[in-house]
């Protein structure tokens, strides 16, 4: 596997780090999760903006801390590409996805232009999930679930097509969606 980046992206409960997990293992790409990586900044920041703990819907929270902590994320996945490796970023960027401007933003920060699988799942399968991973950050999204879906239809996802693959949660789907990938591109990444 030659591609340099793949980030392995979608709404929260998709099941991004299980696939993200197998695929490091198989690959032996370092992985990048952004809740990781980030968590320690994140409750940091949040204590000293005065965001609840487990807030990820509040303007100071979108447009603050999310911004910063994918800064890192970028930076961490350039320090890994110049040491030699390749990466796999595990994150949802759903925030970003619909930003036209990002995507070559983000390539440019990280030094390379990323793969994105963007995982998709049915919605009560997804809703499933969430209750499932009982987590507090996700209370918001549970309680209102239906408003939060309804939010994301019919949103355009502005990544150039070239880098950008919708798939499920199978992780025979995501390596097949790679392997076309790499095909198209020559293998070269």
């Not at 890994?80 to 920060?109: C, N, R």
């Not at 949103?155 to 992780?171: D, G, L, W």
Request: charged share 25%.
């Amino acid at each position: 596997m030659n591609t340099k980046v793949i980030i392995i992206a979608g709404w929260p409960g998709v099941g991004k780090t299980t696939l993200a997990k197998q695929l490091q293992k198989d690959t032996g790409y370092v992985l990048l999760n952004k809740d990781d990586l980030t968590k320690d900044v994140t409750s940091r920041l949040h204590e000293i903006l005065g965001i609840a703990p487990e807030d990820r819907e509040s303007i100071l929270h979108t447009t603050v801390v999310r911004s910063l902590t994918h800064q890192m994320l970028y930076n961490a996945a350039h320090c890994v590409l110049d040491s030699g490796h390749s990466v796999i970023i595990d994150t949802p960027f759903d925030q970003y996805i619909t930003k036209k401007e990002w995507y070559s933003h983000m390539a440019e920060e990280i030094g390379c232009c990323p793969l994105i699988l963007w995982i998709e799942i049915p919605k009560e399968q997804e809703y499933q999930q969430l209750l499932s991973r009982n987590r507090a950050i996700d209370s918001w999204k549970i309680t209102h679930f239906d408003e939060y879906y309804a939010r994301r239809q019919g949103m355009n996802y502005e990544v150039p097509s070239e880098y950008f693959v919708r798939c499920s949660n199978s992780y025979e789907e995501l390596v097949k969606c790679i392997k076309t990938y790499q095909k198209l591109k020559g293998d070269k990444g």
